[in-house]
DNA sequence: GATGCAGGTTCCAATGATGGGAAGGTCAAG
DNA sequence: CTTGACCTTCCCATCATTGGAACCTGCATC
């Protein structure tokens, strides 16, 4: 089976399989004579498995953890749920950020007339913050990349 | 005042300051004698508006935007509103992906045993979405990138 | 004056996951 | 045998941010 055929059987990219395959995520896959790689019906599950865990937001490295335990038949699912369970703490402190910030930005919008004026409490806030009138709590944690 | 002043009035760090004089979002610093770049509390000003504004998760591209009406006193608050609920809508719309992510996986961590035994419904789902016992739809817009 | 340190300057590289594209080889159908 | 679809590798870009190297300046202390 060629790359396009186990992309679109796994609905990972080609390019996506390249790189997990260069970074170590998934083994070296067998070539066949013209040097194409050549993927089994279980390579496209793993691919399958990467592409369900990259949907439930798990990092690269996350992932990898993840493939180790799912290969290994003496796993103890402790190791898995405990995994699981630091990604859903990470997606909470995400969604709490992203909420306040939506929440400070709703108030500040609800206060503007959005007319042709220039008075805005959204700029007001933004270069002071808490001096407009309906102002909330500043977000504090940043949010670095894709907040 | 030198950068580093400046960085800590504003909490920009001095290397995001000299990005953004880099890539035009805010002009070209004043220059002392001796190379070093000289603030104003002007600018200091305007570096705590982006720093706020990147604290509610404005991208630099809509920060620009923003900072182009902060500058223009004639401008339509209306324009302003506007560019903060697209925001607040790209917000919304990357919580409901966490949302869906956590509360699927969540879903699954409440059926994993944790404990010694390798038996996971969380590898289970992962390997075949939906065969897993208490499965939910999975997340279906992908959330690149810091989703 | 000399020395040292804090802090400034530029430039280059890396991050994470992904997409885009160029230059060239392979395969199947016509 | 040609055509077009698909594969290969390699490099570049994204976005915001950090880190480091190599070098220069400002100020205080000896």
Same mark, same amino acid.
């Given at each position: *089976?060629?790359?396009?055929? =186990?992309?679109?059987?796994?609905? #990972?990219?080609?390019? *996506?399989?390249?790189?997990?395959?260069?970074?170590?995520?998934?083994?070296?896959?067998?070539?066949? /004579?013209?040097?194409?790689?050549?993927?089994?019906?279980?390579? #496209?599950? *793993?691919?399958?498995?990467?592409?369900?865990?990259? /949907?439930?937001?798990?990092? #690269?490295?996350?992932?990898?953890?993840?493939?180790?335990?799912?290969?290994?038949? =003496?796993?103890?699912?402790?190791?898995?749920?405990?995994? =699981?369970?630091?990604?859903?703490?990470?997606?909470?402190?995400?969604?709490?950020?992203?909420?306040? *910030?939506? =929440?400070?930005?709703?108030?500040? #919008? /609800?206060?503007?007339?959005?007319?042709?004026?220039? /008075?805005?409490?959204?700029?007001?806030?933004?270069?002071?913050?808490?001096?407009?009138?309906?102002?909330?709590?500043?977000?504090?944690?940043?949010?670095?990349?894709?907040?």
């Amino acid at each position: *089976m060629n790359i396009g055929q =186990a992309s679109k059987a796994s609905g #990972v990219s080609a390019k *996506m399989i390249r790189y997990y395959e260069q970074t170590g995520l998934i083994p070296k896959a067998d070539r066949k /004579d013209s040097g194409y790689r050549d993927y089994s019906p279980s390579d #496209v599950h *793993m691919l399958r498995f990467i592409r369900r865990a990259r /949907d439930l937001g798990f990092s #690269v490295a996350e992932i990898n953890d993840l493939l180790s335990l799912w290969r290994d038949k =003496a796993r103890q699912s402790a190791d898995v749920k405990r995994i =699981a369970q630091a990604h859903i703490a990470q997606l909470q402190e995400r969604i709490e950020n992203l909420n306040q *910030m939506a =929440a400070t930005l709703g108030t500040l #919008v /609800d206060c503007c007339a959005g007319d042709d004026r220039p /008075d805005c409490p959204i700029l007001a806030d933004l270069e002071e913050p808490g001096a407009a009138p309906a102002s909330v709590p500043a977000a504090t944690g940043r949010l670095r990349h894709r907040p």
